[in-house]
């Protein structure tokens, strides 16, 4: 007999199909980060006419979307909370792979769901790629920009001057050093 998978298992094609969904009836979002989107894409990707074209042809497939008015339904709802419940299990699992204290964990968690809903419509489904790397990347990057604004991690690093003058020496012995 199959073992039944535990409480905060996340079914990746399950989680895909919810996010595509999701992506399709959203009445919130109403595409006006495109012009953002293409523009920064367009900077940095100077020279790389491929990844471009490949990045254009996914906006203007948005924006064809976006055309199409949206209305809050019951089936919206259900999908939102669906992905909700995904999300709050995403992030429970990724917030512990930081080593962040305990009294963070609901200001951190906070960040990554914000970030989640707000970057899970940029999702291009066409090209086949995994939406779990795609949302535990999007969670992995709001927990280290709030750590970097909050002076306590380790992708923060001090200038050597000042780890010189704060850092005693190797093993406590300044001959080390």
Known sequence: MP?????????KEEFRKTII??????????GEWL???EKTVRTRAKGDEGKIAKILEFINRKKKHYAKKREYTKEWFEVENKL?????????????????????????????MYALLKYINRYDETQNTSAFAYATTICSNAIKLWLEENAQSMFCRLPMDVLD????????HSEYY
Do not use: H, Q, T, W
């Open 3 to 11: 073992k039944a998978p535990p409480d905060n298992f996340i079914d």
């Open 21 to 30: 969904k999701y992506n399709e009836l959203n009445p919130k979002d109403d």
């Open 84 to 112: 909700v419940g995904m999300f709050d299990k995403l992030v429970r699992k990724r917030i512990p792979c930081f080593k962040i204290p305990f009294e963070d964990f609901d200001d951190i968690y906070s960040e990554c």
């Open 35 to 37: 012009e953002r989107y």
């Open 165 to 172: 003058r704060e850092v005693e020496g190797f093993m406590g």
